[in-house]
């Protein structure tokens, strides 16, 4: 995300977070998350470190895998 | 970079899933696994009428393409092509279909998952044939090289 966005509590990012896989069709599967981010305490194990840390909050998911493909009868 | 630099040539030729960002007309982020070609300099992906990317780059044009290069082994970059899209009802161009069926069915190791896979072909089909098509054309503006998150 762009680091110059302003994320706290009060003012929730929206964000979709994809998980994928897959080069050709019945290989091609993938997971989407939608949600926001919020400001998050940095782990203490990585305290030190130069990094911002957010909490994504779910609020809804779709999932995919082709090679699944079926009929119901 | 310039999306003719060699370095967003190779992303391209190495890249089979292009990651497509799109935002509603509201500012919702959109992001979408999509297969692509790139013909006379475009990237066209294929994909229903009623598919999120499609109805967001009808109303946002202003769109971010996200390559890996992953047959290329993995690399500490990702690409994020920034450019505008225009939305096609339908199929694709003959050219671009052409170009498709090369990339994603008939290269031996994508045959070889076909084959493998004959006996789903008909529901793929019928999957198919539920929507409409259509085409999300990109022309690419900026071209720049992201570090991979560890």
Redesign the interface.
Known sequence: MDPGVPVDRETPVPAVVVVDDGRYWFELRAITWRGCLVSATAPPAILGVALSWFEFLVERSVSWDYATLHEDF | MHPDDPIVLGFIRHS??A?VATRSRS???????LWFVVEGGSFFMGTSKAALAVRNAAANPEVAILLDG??AGRSEYVLRVGGRARVHAGFPTWRVLARLALK??VAP??AR??L??AS?WR??QR?YAQGRAAVIEVVPEKAELLHRPD
């Open positions: 089979f899933v990651r500012g919702l982020p959109g992001l979408t696994p992953e047959a994603y069915y190791a994508a998952v076909e493998a896979h789903q529901l793929r999957y």
